[in-house]
């Protein structure tokens, strides 16, 4: 279940950048504090792409992941490359070591494989919600209700509402 739901998650992605033209794609927004939805993009994929690229080593640290300027500037590229970390997320669970900067000081953390996903699912919906709020007067950009909304909210919608 979580694969899918990150797979559906990065697809939602997609079909937003299918929607958005070169120009908004890479124009500084105030809603999101002068950076560009392409910068969020970029962002996103370079997490996941931090995961995959250490998954085998086994030493996860998000700070230290390339910074590739070409997927804040080139929707096509950040698409591509969607696609390229959807398809090799299906991994084994494994532990992990999750190596951060805190209050400047590298400390190191138990972690596992489909922990660190999850956390990577979480901060892509994070950034989709501030994408959202940026997008939302946008009238030939359609959103999905769901994007940018945390499953848990979603569930509890659908219980209260019925």
Partial sequence: ??????THNLSQLSVLLQQMTDEFYTMPVTELG???VGEHIRHI???????LSRYDEGVVNYDDRKRDKTLQSCKTAATERIEVVSAALLKQNKNLILRQMVGGSIME???NYYRELLYNFE????????????????????ISEDFGVAPSTL???????G
């Fill in 45 to 51: 994929i370079e997490l996941y792409e931090c995961l």
């Fill in 109 to 111: 953390f138990e972690s």
């Fill in 123 to 142: 901060h892509t919906i994070h950034h989709q919600a501030l994408i959202k709020v940026a997008l939302i007067n946008i009238k030939d950009i359609a």
């Fill in 34 to 36: 002068g950076a560009s």
């Fill in 1 to 6: 279940m979580l694969f899918q739901s990150v």
């Fill in 155 to 161: 569930e509890y919608r659908k219980n209260v509402h």
